[in-house]
C-alpha cells in the first residue's frame, strides 16, 4: 500500500510520515510531490495538480475536521470519498478552549487584567460564582456534543442548537433555523463549532446577535465564515455583545488591519483552540485505510453536498 502526504500551510509532513509508519510499518509513504502513484493521500488542502498526477487514488484522507476548505477548492474528483478526522483529541482541547472563555467573562478576567496594570484593587461581587451563565453550543457534533458535556459537568446549564436534532443527557437541545432565536435567547454565553456550509455561512448576523441578551459573550471554535464580522463588531460597539473569544477568521492570518485585533472586548487566539493530535489523527487515518481495504465502511465519510 502506498500512503501520500500533503500539506498547505506549516510543513507537518515528515512528522505525519513517521507517526504513520510507527503505525503500519508495512506500508510506504511519499511526500507530495511526488509521480509515485499511491493509492490514498492523508492532507490538508491538496490542490488540484494532485489528483491530476495522482489518477488511482482511491479516497482523500482530510487531516483536519472541518472539510470546507478541501470541499472549496473544488480540486477533489466527483465520487472519491473525502473522510475527515473524527475527534481524534480534538474535541478535549476544544473543550478546554470553551471553558476558558466561559470563565474569563463570567469571572471578569478582563477586568482584573486591566486593574491588575493599574495596581488598582476592587472586587466586583455582583458575578462570581453567584451566576452562572446559560452557555448555548451551537454545533452538536463529535466537537460540540463533548464541548456541551464537559461544560454542564462542570456546573454549567447547558443548551445546545444543531441543523438535525441531537439528543444529549441533561441539556436541552432545539433543532432547525426556526429555532435559532429562542435557543439563542437564552445563552449568555454562545460558543460556535458549527461546520462552515453553504447554510450554517453567515449565521452569526445581526439578527442573530440581536436574539442574543444584552451583555452576551460570544467563543467561536468553528469557522470564521460563521460570523458576519461587521455585525459582530457592530453590537460589540452598541454594548449589545458584551465581548468575544475568536479562534477562527474569514482570513487566516488574520490581516493586521481587522478591527479584532485591537478591540478591547476581543481576545484573538490563531487558530489553535483545537490543533490535530499527530498521533491520535495518524492511528485514525491508518485504521480506517485498514477498514476500507478490508472492504469495511468507514465513519466520517464527507457529504460533499451537506458539506461536511
Ligand atoms: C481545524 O480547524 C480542523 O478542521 O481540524
Redesign the pocket.
Known amino acids: 500500500m502506498k500512503i501520500l502526504v500533503q500539506s498547505s500551510g506549516i510543513d507537518v509532513v515528515p512528522g505525519i510520515i513517521n507517526e504513520l509508519k510507527a503505525h503500519q510499518p508495512d506500508w510506504q509513504y511519499f511526500a507530495w510531490p511526488t509521480d509515485e502513484q499511491c493509492d490514498y493521500v492523508v492532507g490538508w488542502k491538496p490542490p488540484a495538480e494532485l489528483f491530476t498526477r495522482q489518477p488511482h487514488l482511491k479516497a482523500v484522507f ?6 470546507d476548505a478541501v470541499l472549496a477548492m473544488g480540486a477533489v474528483p466527483a465520487g472519491m470519498p473525502i473522510v ?2 473524527e475527534d481524534a483529541g ?1 474535541a478535549q482541547q476544544m473543550a478546554e478552549y470553551a471553558i476558558y472563555g466561559v470563565i474569563y467573562h463570567q469571572r471578569r478576567m478582563r477586568t482584573y487584567h486591566a486593574q491588575q496594570r493599574d495596581k488598582h484593587w476592587q472586587q466586583h461581587e455582583d458575578r462570581g460564582n453567584v451566576q452562572r451563565p446559560t452557555v448555548g453550543v451551537m454545533g452538536l457534533g463529535e466537537m460540540g456534543g463533548t464541548v456541551a458535556t464537559r461544560l454542564a459537568n462542570f456546573g454549567y446549564t447547558v443548551r445546545g442548537w444543531s441543523r438535525t436534532k441531537h439528543s444529549l443527557d441533561g441539556i436541552e437541545t432545539l433543532a432547525g433555523h426556526d429555532a435559532l432565536p429562542a435557543f439563542l435567547s437564552g445563552c449568555d454565553v454562545l460558543f460556535t463549532v458549527l461546520p462552515l456550509t453553504a447554510t450554517t455561512q453567515g449565521v452569526i448576523n445581526a439578527a442573530a446577535l440581536a436574539s442574543l441578551p444584552r451583555g452576551a459573550f460570544i467563543i467561536n471554535g468553528g ?1 470564521g465564515g460563521l460570523i458576519v464580522d461587521a455585525d459582530l463588531v457592530a453590537a460589540l460597539e452598541s454594548g449589545h455583545i458584551a465581548g468575544a473569544m475568536l479562534d ?1 477568521f474569514h482570513e487566516e492570518p488574520l490581516p493586521k488591519d481587522h478591527a479584532y485585533w485591537s478591540h478591547p472586548n476581543v481576545i484573538v487566539t490563531p ?1 489553535i ?4 493530535p499527530i498521533k491520535d489523527g495518524c492511528a485514525q487515518v491508518v485504521a480506517k485505510i485498514a477498514a476500507l481495504e478490508r472492504g469495511e465502511v468507514v465513519s466520517g465519510i464527507v457529504d460533499p453536498k451537506m458539506g461536511y
Open positions: 482530510n487531516y483536519g475536521a472541518g472539510v475527515r478526522l480534538m469557522r477562527v487558530h483552540a483545537a490543533t490535530t
